[in-house]
């Protein structure tokens, strides 16, 4: 497969159903214009497009888990949102734009932020979208989007970061405070579709090892790409990691080692995307590719 | 029926709940102090005690709605929190206490919200929670609580109200921004416990007719205590309304016609409660005393 143009053509189905899902309105004000701006400034839209694999490795359609897909980019970019305000890591630019609260300011960014959040939960339950399936698949993915996201996953990771921001570096918090921040979301994302798509339970804890293994590789990229990448490139200003002295894994066991680690880590991924045989190649390809990014 | 003993003995329940859905964990370090300070720091429990009225008004029983309860008050509590932000009202105190950002920080009072929102959202598709429940109820419920939460809801109304600081008062504009940021949550509370209790499409209808009329003279009985309230009883600053040029209820038609609609709204509401049976009388009471708190 040619993974380049695999993950446009998903990127653009994502694009769509997100404009479907939360269409421009002009009686939806300012809130929705702040969420709008976020939610289309030009992510990769890797989480939605795990979830579609997810749902492809286990034998279903992308169509069947697009919703969720949808609500996983939301959560993401409500992260990046609150991520971003100056109580937290005070970043100016993000995919080369200003910031959400730049644009819009503090108060409509909390905002913006807490409607994506919701919206994602609007999402999750919404009639339309389970109508043809077992409600009781529905919850368990939302449940499992919603555990990854809250204060055992998401958020209590970027309670770690802040908290372990300018202290000594030390591997065993950095692996904790990745594996949550980054690594529960893309977890989840697999999980969530393989969920819906109808995969049995050995099949989604398959892709639940998958997934933290992705995902924290995915950190690991992150933290190299701010180290080494090019701001142009990135769309956002390189070495903050450096400026908010934050514990990454390259400040801890160096950048040859980060990149070993990371290797490793997709490697392992993608023996194991492999052993669900060739529905799962996307995965496979998927998991290299998140380290391919960093050379 | 004696309402204060009965608000009494209904917040009791609800707070045990509440420790036990969100108990203390070591483990779970500064975000779970920090969502657990604000969380218990001593709110009414006026939409959860909603809840499991709505429940009773349609024959069920108020542990059967518990979870759905503490996550109505999971959400209030994350408004409070973003709300009180420097960003939005930049309150200091709440509750008689310093607020959750005076207290914590602001980075982490921006997660702490994050994570009761998020929390909700686990609640209501918990497995334990709906194992002996029509999963569509509890679906439906959800979504009707999320729908309210967000942006055409409760986070929709504090963009209104951000916007409209020290603009020019205005009814419309004032009882949109009210029907949004408090109608919306209080409604889903009677909404989604009578949804979950197994209520029918009508009685849902009705209570939901209700709950429009209490969310908007809660906030107008808000309105008026923070004009006429004494500080020290309400344990937040009083006249914060007219410091941050709001637009309320008693700015716009004045404070003796204010009170008016208040009443007109909760007389409306109590007798739409009456209609539906005894059992729905303590949803009759509620509605009075919303008013009855202003003099």
Chains 1, 2 share one sequence.
Not at 185 to 207: F, R, W, Y
Not at 250 to 262: E, L, S, Y
Not at 272 to 279: M, Q, S
Request: charged letters at 25%.
């Amino acid at each position: 497969m040619e993974l380049k143009a695999y993950l446009a053509q998903r990127r653009e189905l994502v694009d769509e159903a997100l404009e479907r899902l939360l269409p421009a309105d002009e009686a939806g004000g300012d809130i929705l214009k702040a969420m709008r701006y976020s939610l289309f400034a030009g992510g990769k839209r890797l989480r939605p497009i795990l979830c579609l694999a997810g749902a492809e490795a286990v034998g279903g359609r992308p169509e069947q888990v697009m919703f969720c897909a949808c609500a996983l980019e939301m959560i993401h970019t409500y992260s990046l949102i609150h991520d971003d305000l100056p109580a937290m890591d005070d970043d100016d630019l993000r995919r080369g734009l200003p910031t959400c609260h730049k644009k819009f300011g503090e108060g409509l960014a909390v905002l913006a932020g807490d409607g994506l959040l919701t919206q994602a939960m609007v999402l999750l339950s919404d009639p339309a979208q389970y109508a043809d399936r077992e409600p009781l698949r529905v919850l368990a993915a939302g449940q499992a989007v919603m555990r990854a996201a809250g204060f055992q996953g998401m958020v209590g990771g970027q309670a770690v970061d802040l908290a372990s921001q300018n202290q000594e570096p030390d591997l065993a918090t950095v692996q904790y405070m990745h594996a949550l921040k980054t690594g529960a979301l893309i977890t989840a994302a697999v999980q969530s579709g393989a969920i819906l798509a109808g995969g049995d339970e050995e099949q989604v804890n398959h892709l639940v090892r998958y997934g933290r293994r992705v995902g924290l590789a995915f950190q690991i990229a992150d933290d190299l790409l701010d180290r080494e990448g090019d701001q142009a490139k990135l769309g956002k200003a390189t070495h903050a990691d450096e400026k908010h002295g934050k514990m990454t894994y390259p400040a801890v066991v160096g950048a040859v080692q980060a990149r070993k680690i990371g290797w490793d880590l997709v490697n392992q991924a993608a023996e194991l995307a492999r052993e669900l045989g060739p529905a799962a190649d996307p995965l496979a390809e998927l998991a290299r590719y998140i380290m391919e990014r960093t050379h």
